[in-house]
C-alpha cells in the first residue's frame, strides 16, 4: 500500500486533526509491517551463519566466525537514499529500490572463510543472488575491502511467503578493523580529509590486507584450512 506524503502538513494542530490521525497510523503501520519483513530476513540469514559456524567449527575445530552484526537503515537514511535517487517515497519503492535496508556484517577470522562462508550460503537453495560485489579481489580506491552480496531469501508469513532483499558483507577481522576507523574518521563527514591524509588511510589498507596475507600463510602453513583441522 502506498504511504501518502505527509509532509506538506502545515502545523501539528493539522496533524492531529481526525483524518490526518488515521493517515498517520496507517503509513507508521505500513512502515513498522515492512521493517519487520526485514528484520525477519535478518534473522533467517543469521541463523544460516550461525549453522554454519557450528558446522565449520565442527570440521575445522575452529570458528570462522568472529562476529555478526546487523542493522535495520534507519529511517532518516532510506528518506535521504530516495531523495538522492529520485525515487519515490512509497513502501513499494523502498522493497524494489533499496537493496540495503537490512543489513548484516560477518567477520570473519581469514579471507579463506570469507570466500568459504559465501560458497556455502550461496549454495543453499532458497537464496537467490541478486548482486555480487569483491572489494577484496578489487578494493575500493580508498583501499576499503570486503564482499558484499545482495541476496533475497523468503520469509514464511501467516498467509504468505515474500522474498526480502539482505546486503551481507563478508570481511575479515582486519578489514573490519580499518572499515571502523575509516568510517569514524570520514565516511558520511563533511570535513575534508587532505590528500595526504587519503594516502595514510590507503597505507593502513595495505597493511590490513598485509596481515590478512600473512595470517593465511601462516594458516596454510599450520593446516588450518585443511578440512580434517590438521
Ligand atoms: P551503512 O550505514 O554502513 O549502511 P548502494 O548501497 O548500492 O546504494 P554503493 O556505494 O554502490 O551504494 O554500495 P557499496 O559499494 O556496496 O557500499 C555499501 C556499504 O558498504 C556502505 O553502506 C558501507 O557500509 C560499506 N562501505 C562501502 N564503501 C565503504 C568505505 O569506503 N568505507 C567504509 N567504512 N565502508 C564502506 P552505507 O549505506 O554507505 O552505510
Redesign the pocket.
Known amino acids: 500500500m502506498e504511504v501518502k506524503d505527509i509532509t506538506g502538513l502545515e502545523s501539528i494542530q493539522e496533524l492531529f486533526q481526525e483524518d490526518s490521525l488515521e493517515l498517520v497510523d496507517l503509513a507508521v503501520h505500513n512502515y513498522m509491517r515492512l521493517m519487520t519483513y526485514y528484520r525477519c530476513a535478518i534473522k533467517e540469514i543469521e541463523t544460516k551463519f550461525n549453522v554454519l559456524n557450528e558446522e565449520f567449527s565442527l570440521q575445522y575445530d575452529r570458528n570462522p566466525i568472529n562476529a555478526i552484526k546487523s542493522?535495520l537503515?534507519r529511517p532518516k537514511?532510506i528518506q535521504k537514499?530516495l531523495t538522492m535517487?529520485h525515487l519515490p517515497p512509497t513502501l513499494e519503492s523502498i522493497e524494489e529500490n533499496?537493496?540495503?535496508v537490512a543489513?548484516i556484517?560477518v567477520v570473519c577470522s581469514f579471507v579463506e572463510d570469507v570466500y568459504a562462508l559465501a560458497e556455502s550460503l550461496l549454495s543453499q537453495d532458497d537464496i537467490r543472488l541478486l548482486?555480487k560485489?569483491d572489494?577484496i579481489a578489487s578494493p575500493?580506491k580508498?583501499?576499503?575491502r570486503?564482499l558484499?552480496l545482495?541476496v533475497e531469501i523468503p520469509i514464511f508469513l501467516a498467509y504468505e511467503k515474500r522474498n526480502m532483499k539482505v546486503?551481507i558483507?563478508l570481511r575479515t577481522i582486519a578489514m573490519d578493523c580499518?572499515?571502523?576507523l575509516?568510517?569514524q574518521l570520514?565516511?558520511?563527514k563533511d570535513s575534508d580529509f587532505t590528500e595526504e591524509m587519503d594516502e595514510k588511510l590507503s597505507y593502513c589498507a595495505q597493511l590490513c590486507a598485509c596481515l590478512d596475507g600473512q595470517m593465511s600463510d601462516l594458516g596454510a602453513k599450520v593446516g588450518i584450512f585443511n578440512k580434517e583441522g590438521q
Open positions: 542493522r537503515k537514511s537514499k535517487r533499496l537493496n540495503d543489513g556484517r548482486e560485489k572489494y575500493k580508498n583501499g576499503y570486503s558484499h545482495i546486503e558483507q580499518w572499515a571502523d575509516e568510517h570520514r565516511y558520511k
